[in-house]
């Protein structure tokens, strides 16, 4: 057994910052370029708020090296990890074990375009895992955009035969875990930004710890002035 070097971990995924291959259907809407720059914002609001947490930051990025990633992310990260895995529910069972076995107790997997993922949150996630198998914080689209567990009770089924990027990701999540007898807890939603209708939904209620994310939309006149 890998000895405890980090009692809990936030890992968050994030994709290589390059115009035309992230966000893509958010593209659709607003342009290769401008969809490239508000993902750049949501993650660098994400990195804060890890920060203001005060948990370890493991980063892992969809490259084949941390050559493309931004150097402000790099260095803010405790460890930077390739993600590894065909499918997302693969590269998630292989993020929590690749945490595992680098010495973290306790994993907070994150996605990066979701504004709302706050201290508040990652806080709430980091209580409720002590007592559950598993913990989640669902997506407003039906997905979920935050899932925690622990070395001791992590089990990869979670994240088998599950129809990723759909609306059913979380009640047949929910479903396994009942299957498997595993205790489970539901933070509160959040809304993740993937489409136009996503960002029209966030716009109508942003965020307050997305500071970047909504200088961003203000700029480009998609949020109004406070």
Not at 78 to 87: A, I, L, P, T
Request: glycine share 8%; net charge negative.
């Amino acid at each position: 057994m890998i000895p405890i070097r980090y009692d809990t971990v936030i890992a968050l995924f994030v994709r290589q910052p390059i115009a035309g291959q992230v966000k893509t259907r958010l593209a659709h809407g607003i342009g290769d370029d401008d969809a490239c720059e508000l993902y750049r914002a949501m993650v660098a609001d994400r990195i804060a708020q890890i920060k203001t947490c005060g948990l370890p930051l493991f980063l892992f990025h969809d490259g084949q090296d941390a050559v493309g990633l931004p150097n402000e992310w790099v260095l803010a990260a405790d460890e930077v990890f390739r993600q590894e895995g065909h499918s997302l529910g693969d590269r998630m069972a292989a993020a929590f074990e690749r945490s595992f076995s680098a010495g973290a107790g306790k994993v907070i997997l994150a996605g990066s375009d979701i504004p709302g993922i706050d201290d508040e949150l990652l806080r709430s996630a980091a209580a409720a895992v002590e007592n559950h198998d598993v913990v989640f914080s669902p997506a407003f689209d039906g997905g979920y955009c935050l899932v925690a567990s622990r070395r001791d009770r992590f089990n990869r089924i979670i994240f088998d035969g599950i129809p990723w990027s759909t609306a059913l990701v979380m009640g047949q999540t929910i479903e396994v875990c009942t299957a498997r007898g595993l205790s489970y807890a539901l933070l509160d939603p959040r809304q993740d930004i993937d489409t136009m209708d996503d960002l029209a939904d966030y716009c109508r209620n942003p965020s307050e710890s997305a500071p970047a994310t909504n200088a961003w939309l203000r700029s480009r006149g998609l949020l109004k002035s406070p």
